[in-house]
């Protein structure tokens, strides 16, 4: 499977508790994007990477949230001493961005599986 | 300016209908306006996208129509099947950044 994936796919947690999800991009997409959707929503974007730099992180990512991709390889998302708001699934995505400084082709963004998160 | 609205929240239909979903953005910046499916369970699939310089775009029973003077644009599912029950996402993205969903369309298709 040449997709991109997410491990784990579930994650049962105490509040207080630290969590890391893994996402594996779609092989040389160079752009990886975070994103959390709770039930009944569309998906709020969190933060992305192309390749090792982190490029934006949305305000609904607080301190207890950190993102990394070393190597600008897989990447993975931990949130320190959850919440029970932090119930959510937890989607990564990628992408190709290729091209010169004026001129990028589409971004289209492949979406992994979710982990879906749930605080007690 | 940076919403998406969508409507409508949930949609039924008989098999052989079309289903039409509408979404309308603010910001003149959103350059690239794709549709995402989702079943329960699994992560959005890119169903079919459109750029503002055409006005309709169509892939097999899909179809986006795109007024870009009224910053609305909307999904035809021809010949709707039962298989195509799934929540809808519009998004918008100026171009290379970031994903802006709608709340999304769940759809539901009688046999």
């Known amino acids: 499977d040449t997709g991109v994936s997410q491990n784990p796919r579930h994650k049962i947690t105490k509040r207080g508790q630290n969590v890391t999800f893994r996402c594996d991009p779609i092989?040389?997409?160079?752009?990886l994007y975070w994103y959390r959707q709770t039930l009944g929503q569309g998906p709020e974007f969190l933060t992305y990477?192309?390749?090792?730099?982190?490029?934006?992180k949305s305000r609904l990512l607080s301190d207890r949230f950190s993102a990394e991709r070393p190597k600008g390889s897989f990447s993975t998302l931990e949130i320190q001493r959850t919440e029970q708001g932090d119930s959510a699934m937890y989607l990564c995505?990628?992408?190709?961005?290729?091209?010169?400084?004026?001129?990028?082709?589409?971004?289209?963004?492949?979406f992994g599986p979710g982990t879906r998160l749930t605080v007690l | 300016q940076q919403q998406v609205k969508q409507s409508p929240q949930s949609l039924i239909v008989q098999k052989g209908g079309i289903p039409i979903i509408n979404c309308a953005y603010e910001?003149?910046?959103?350059?690239?306006f794709p549709w995402y499916q989702q079943f329960p369970g699994k992560g959005p699939a890119l169903l079919i996208a459109?750029?503002?310089?055409?006005s309709e775009k169509k892939e097999g029973r899909f179809t986006i129509s795109f007024n870009k003077s009224a910053k609305q644009f909307s999904l035809h599912i021809m010949d709707s099947q039962p298989g195509d029950s799934a929540t809808y996402f519009c998004?918008?993205?100026?171009?290379?950044?970031?994903?802006?969903f709608g709340t999304g369309t769940r759809l539901q298709v009688f046999p």
């Open positions: 910001n003149t910046a959103f350059d690239y």
């Open positions: 995505a990628s992408s190709s961005i290729q091209g010169t400084s004026n001129y990028f082709s589409y971004n289209e963004q492949f």
């Open positions: 459109i750029r503002p310089d055409v």
């Open positions: 990477f192309q390749n090792e730099a982190q490029l934006e």
């Open positions: 092989s040389e997409h160079n752009r």
């Open positions: 998004a918008a993205t100026p171009y290379t950044d970031k994903l802006i």
